[in-house]
T-cell receptor, first 114, second 116 residues
């Protein structure tokens, strides 16, 4: 079955360390997204990519970086510059050029930084 | 600019009771409307969507919703809630004129608790 795989499910890091979250999809979707979820704040867009080797900043991109070297993969790096990195991170994909295309989500990675 | 407000942070209903989830939208033109459901520690699953056409939409898990343009509402209803419906529910809005990726604006969520 097609879907989005995020790994690991739980991730623990020390403050000051960079950490990379994995997102892989086999839905053949061109567009991929990273959202951050905090209690009581809903989902906020970090970065999105519509095609390989291209990506755009979302609403809260500061302290994060991404790459899109393959259609199937869209890893997110949480850098030491991110002030409050502890959160639940969700990766999603959709068919680009169709704004009515629903987002398909992975099961998320919970990052805890101490 | 579009905005989305979910007025109910937390709702508790008894199993078998009816349910309506609420969301207020603010947008310049008819947007794309979505509702997603999230079980604890999981990703989001599409519950309902409205783009155009028939304003009464059937979704998963026995939910339905009617788009009411005059009220700027698209509120899911379920006549009889099951314990398995306990989850967090998010409404989201997408602009029609972006021509790009599906950048959605999400509400802050409504957590549904079902008592037996």
């Amino acid at each position: 079955d097609g879907g989005i795989t995020q790994s690991p499910k739980y991730l623990f890091r020390k403050e000051g360390q960079n950490v990379t979250l994995s997102c892989e999809q086999n839905l053949n979707h061109d567009a991929m997204y990273w959202y951050r979820q905090d209690p009581g704040q809903g989902l906020r867009l970090i970065y999105y990519s519509q095609i390989v080797n291209d990506f755009q900043k979302g609403d809260i991109a500061e302290g994060y970086s991404v790459s899109r070297e393959k259609k199937e993969s869209f890893p997110l790096t949480v850098t030491s510059a991110q002030k409050n990195p502890t959160a639940f991170y969700l990766c999603a994909s959709s068919i680009p050029g169709r704004p009515n295309s629903p987002l398909h989500f992975g099961n998320g990675t919970r990052l805890t930084v101490t | 600019a579009q905005s989305v407000t979910q007025p109910d942070i937390h709702i508790t209903v008894s199993e078998g009771a009816s349910l309506e989830l609420r969301c207020n939208y603010s947008y310049g033109a008819t947007p794309y409307l979505f509702w997603y459901v999230q079980s604890p520690g999981q990703g989001l699953q599409l519950l309902l969507k409205y783009f155009s056409g028939d304003t009464l939409v059937q979704g998963i898990k026995g939910f339905e919703a009617e788009f009411k343009r005059s009220q700027s509402s698209f509120n899911p209803r379920k006549p009889s809630v099951h314990w398995s419906d306990a989850a967090e529910y998010f409404c989201a809005v997408g602009a029609r004129n972006t021509g790009t990726a599906s950048k959605l604006t999400f509400g802050t969520g409504t957590r549904l608790q079902v008592t037996l």
